[in-house]
């Protein structure tokens, strides 16, 4: 089994101290986010093949990342946008991002960091020309440090839309969902970009944005998991959606509870109920979110 540390909040710059725990303990339990019954998850270095973290700022996790490595091996999946503050409002610097992935890669070698620049969000002030000009800088930047880039352009989801024209009206954010020959002529020309910085260019479960000289992406990359892990990590397919090329995995986050303020989040309904979450948070509880104090079996 592949454990996804989580697509659905970011487990290691918030909740760094309950995974932990969780690891040490051996398992936890997630709720299930389309209803019915919590389940357990093991977390025994039998029961796991690899883990695949999912970040915005690895700094908390980053001391312990050995432990992590002890149950299992490791990959991450770092976004690093460099967006403006009104749509990312706490969301580490351009410069920390590049830090942690230059460290992920002296201590664990160039497999082991996958960067994302996703997703790709159109605005008054996003456009094209931005989008070339921020992933440039980002790209000669990380160089060498990653061999790998996960592109992928917003879909406006219902929690998407509502979260981004409450910032339309608050902040005056002008958003926009482009035409497809748009969004596919920005993605191929990120991919040459990414390439003339000896990066590989993928593309997540957009099929119908392929353009030359992108991959397909495989955010849970089994075959990523055992160059890490030197040895073979036999993974069936389990994407999640359409188009993903997703090895299986079991995740266990929890929707609504990441405060970094990313107003295209597909993730958090509301920010005040995400901090709220976070605010709430039991790190010795055996779940992320909803059995405060439920450590004991």
């Avoid at 920010?271 to 079996?297: C, I, K, W, Y």
């Amino acid at each position: 089994m592949i454990v996804s540390a989580s697509y659905r909040t970011d487990i290691p710059a918030f909740y760094a101290s309950w995974l932990l725990r969780r690891l040490e303990a051996g398992w936890c339990r997630v709720a299930n986010p389309y209803g019915g019954a919590a389940y357990e998850v093991s977390l025994r270095p039998e029961a796991v093949d690899g883990f695949v973290l999912w970040t915005r700022n690895l700094r908390p996790l980053l001391p312990a990342l050995d432990a992590v490595r002890r149950v299992a091996p490791f990959t991450v999946q770092f976004t690093a946008t460099g967006y403006p503050r009104a749509l990312e409002s706490s969301v580490i610097g351009s410069a920390e991002a590049v830090a942690q992935l230059g460290e992920l890669r002296r201590r664990f070698g160039p497999r082991v960091a996958v960067w994302r620049y996703d997703p790709i969000v159109f605005t008054g002030e996003l456009d094209a020309a931005a989008h070339l000009a921020g992933f440039a800088a980002l790209a000669r930047r990380l160089a060498g440090s990653v061999d790998e880039v996960v592109l992928s352009v917003m879909h406006p989801y219902r929690k998407t839309r509502r979260n981004l024209d409450r910032a339309a009206r608050r902040h005056g954010i002008a958003w926009r969902d482009p035409p497809a020959a748009e969004k596919r002529d920005l993605v191929e020309r990120l991919a040459a970009i990414a390439l003339d910085n000896r990066i590989a260019p993928t593309l997540c479960s957009q099929p119908e944005l392929q353009a030359t000289g992108l991959g397909e992406a495989s955010c849970i990359d089994a075959a990523r998991l055992a160059d890490v892990a030197q040895r073979p990590i036999a993974a069936p397919a389990g994407g999640n959606r359409p188009g993903c090329r997703c090895a299986r995995s079991r995740d266990i986050g929890a929707y609504d509870t990441c405060p970094h303020g990313c107003v295209y989040c597909y993730a958090v309904a509301e920010r005040d109920r995400a901090v709220a979450n976070f605010t709430g948070h039991d790190p010795a509880a055996a779940m992320l979110r909803g059995e405060v104090g439920s450590a004991q079996r």
